[in-house]
Antibody, heavy 118, light 107 residues
């Protein structure tokens, strides 16, 4: 069955960096885009960005452009979210999700919590 | 960016009631809309795509409709296991955007 498992969350100081990883299994990983979505405490879902199945296209929400980078390794079935210049407002549970073929997200991970605090 | 306005933000209904959630896009998104169910501490669950296409295995009491800018999500007979927050999401254009969510509770 399709499974996505996020890791790498934790507490980081403002201005710091953190790298999240998403390990995928149960489907032909190299054929599908992957998204990152976050949920700040008490807030709704917010799309962070995505990477195309072959890594040739990436896009991000404006608030993270220039600070966050998504990469993938199709030989390891993993997608990473490198976060730099972290701010308090980046505090959230971060989910990775498999694209269903049309920019909807058909499978999601359980999420990993990132807390930006001094 | 396309703004998605979802209402109500919360609702309380009895078991067996019909529940309706609306989602309005700030511009025409044709039928490029999906719906998700999110229970606390769990992964969101994909329910509907293309505004009305129900995912295999999702109970038939869930239904989606609409096109253009106005969309509706309905639970025909609310069950206790349906307690969750429901989100719409447009995929007409990047950035992908979600509605603010509707928290569904049992009265």
């Amino acid at each position: 069955q399709v499974q996505l498992v996020e890791s790498g969350g934790g507490v980081v100081q403002p201005g710091g960096s953190l790298r999240l990883s998403c390990a995928a299994s149960g489907f032909t990983f190299r054929n599908f885009a992957v998204h990152w979505v976050r949920q700040a405490p008490g807030k709704g879902l917010e799309w962070v960005g995505f990477i195309r199945y072959d890594g040739t296209k990436r896009d991000y929400t404006d608030s993270v452009k220039g600070r966050f980078t998504i990469s993938r390794d199709n030989s390891e079935n993993t997608v990473d979210l490198q976060m730099t210049g972290l701010r308090a407002e980046d505090t959230a549970v971060y989910y990775c999700g498999k694209d269903g073929g049309g920019y909807w997200i058909d499978y999601w991970g359980q999420g990993t919590l990132v807390t930006v605090s001094s | 960016d396309i703004q998605m306005t979802q209402s109500p933000s919360s609702l309380s209904a009895s078991v067996g009631d019909r529940v309706t959630i609306t989602c309005q896009a700030s511009q025409d998104i044709t039928n490029y809309l999906s719906w998700y169910q999110h229970k606390p501490g769990r992964a969101p669950k994909f329910l509907i795509y293309d505004a009305s296409e129900l995912i295999t295995g999702v109970p038939s009491r869930f239904n989606g409709s609409g096109s253009g800018t106005d969309f509706t999500f309905t639970i025909s007979s609310l069950q206790p296991e349906d307690i969750a927050i429901y989100y719409c999401q447009q995929y007409d254009s990047l950035p992908l955007t979600f509605g603010g969510g509707t928290k569904v509770e049992i009265k």
